[in-house]
């Protein structure tokens, strides 16, 4: 099973500090996000700055797009982004436009669907009839920050996501001692954002989450 890849969640307020805190940590991460608090308060200009500073790394923005795909779509991909988000309440006619304008863009440009717990099955056979390649589990901020811990139900989603076929990226303050619990389900991307951004030794803490995808995933 191939190794889960990196990504850092750059949830800063300001380009300047999101590519400070991508500096720091760069050596261990595979894939740098654009996050979502970042892009509301610099806009698109802040997916260029981390594209120029990090010409090598797969670039995500974390647009969360809604409605109007083809005009964000274009707009993130314009400036540099890989991949881009789409939160799992948009319409199937928006997931559907998402998936034809990134194809005709680009074959490496992929859409993201993000997925919080209000979401129906029904949904995502849909996504999968519309080829959408990737989905992102998530634990939202806002529910970890109440208290909701990962278990046993996260697991048995994403191991439903990844048989139906789609590429699967696990986030939510996920933290190096999360990541046994998705031992055996072919990961393709963890994302950690303050675990990385607001430890002590940025290189270190990106350092001991690719250690545990090596003993878990070989
Ligand atoms: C919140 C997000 C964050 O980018 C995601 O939760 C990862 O950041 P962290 O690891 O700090 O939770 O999209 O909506
Ligand atoms: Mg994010």
Known sequence: MALPLLQIALDNLTIEDAITSAKKAAKYIDVIEV?????????KKA????????????????GKIADAGKVFAKMFYDNGADFTTAICAAENATMQDLVNFSKEYSPSKE???????????????????????????????????????????????????A??????????????EDIKLFKD??????????????AADPELAAKEFKDEFKKYWK
């Not at 996050?35 to 806009?43: D, H, P, R, W």
């Not at 997916?47 to 974390?62: E, T, W």
């Not at 048989?163 to 939510?172: A, L, P």
């Open 185 to 198: 389900i072919p990961i393709f991307i963890f994302i950690a954002g303050r675990s990385i951004r607001d």
């Open 35 to 43: 996050g979502t608090i970042l892009l509301a308060s610099e806009g």
């Open 47 to 62: 997916i260029k700055a981390l594209k120029d500073a990090f010409p090598d790394k797969i670039i995500v923005a974390d």
């Open 163 to 176: 048989n139906m076929g789609f590429k699967v990226t696990v986030t939510g303050g996920v933290e190096v």
């Open 111 to 161: 859409l993201q669907v993000e997925m919080t717990t209000n979401f129906s099955w029904e949904q995502v056979e849909s996504w999968k009839k519309s080829g959408v390649p990737q989905v992102v589990w998530h634990r939202a901020r806002d529910a970890q920050a109440a208290g909701v811990k990962w278990g046993q139900k996260d697991i048995e989603i994403v191991k439903k996501l």
